[in-house]
């Protein structure tokens, strides 16, 4: 069983609509990353961070997404007006550190932007 | 660019069969490189990992890789396998950017026949 707890595991939105992803890395994990999984099973890297400072992310112009890390709270990824090509799994993960670890994954939050 | 490719989309395999999924990486130095597995509706599980040494490695529910460095290959192998196999299979590698996010194969979808 997975010890990265992600919530909720389904949504389902209206394009527009706001979506909120949360995720309890595993106890000791400075290292937090989100992947966005395709109905095609590709990976998309969105965002890591260690601890509440964000290392990489990509390109976020568009500003729909956002993410977060704040100490003694849950990380959050959230995406402020849904578009039907963000529907998809949202994967995150923890890591013990920054380079060359392993990603350790929770269940996922599966988006349905209707 | 750094990559990972499976080059085998669907496996079919009748149980008790042997199994062997390919993966062919791209990578300037010596990688570290993994194998994770999604049941439906799951998200990712890390069945193994090399990181250096020797270069077969053991992993969860008998399955092994072997890291080739001639080949620039990394394949899964189980001996015997079980309907429970039935899944799809991911390889992943570093990404360009030195440390921390990964990259991944397209996934190869294994169907176990009982």
């Known amino acids: 069983n997975s010890k990265v707890i992600q919530t909720p595991r389904y949504l389902v939105k209206g394009q527009g609509q706001k979506a909120k992803m949360r995720c309890i890395p595993e106890k000791g994990h400075p290292v937090v990353f989100w992947y966005q999984q395709n109905k095609n099973n590709e990976f998309k890297f969105l965002i890591n961070f260690q601890n509440q400072e964000v290392l990489q992310q990509i390109d976020m112009t568009e500003k729909r997404f956002s993410a977060e890390c704040p100490s003694n709270s849950p990380c959050s990824l959230e995406i402020q007006s849904s578009e039907a090509g963000d529907s998809a799994l949202y994967l995150c993960a923890s890591s013990p550190g920054a380079s060359g670890n392993t990603l350790y994954f929770g269940e996922g939050s599966r988006l349905i932007v209707v | 660019a750094q990559s990972v490719t499976q080059p085998d989309a669907r496996v079919t395999v009748s149980e008790g069969a042997s199994l062997q999924l390919r993966c062919k990486y791209s990578?300037?130095?010596?990688?570290?490189l993994f194998w994770y597995v999604q049941y439906p509706r799951q998200g990712l599980q890390l069945l193994l990992k090399?990181?250096?040494?020797?270069?077969v490695v053991q992993g969860v529910n008998g399955f092994e890789a072997e890291f080739i460095k001639s080949n620039s290959s990394f394949h899964l192998r189980k001996a015997s396998v079980h309907w429970s196999d039935s899944a799809v299979y991911f390889c992943?590698?570093?990404?360009?950017?030195?440390?921390?996010?990964?990259?991944f194969g397209g996934g190869t979808r294994l169907t176990v026949r009982p």
């Open positions: 992943a590698g570093p990404n360009n950017n030195a440390g921390a996010k990964l990259t």
């Open positions: 090399y990181y250096s040494g020797d270069p």
């Open positions: 990578y300037s130095g010596t990688p570290y």
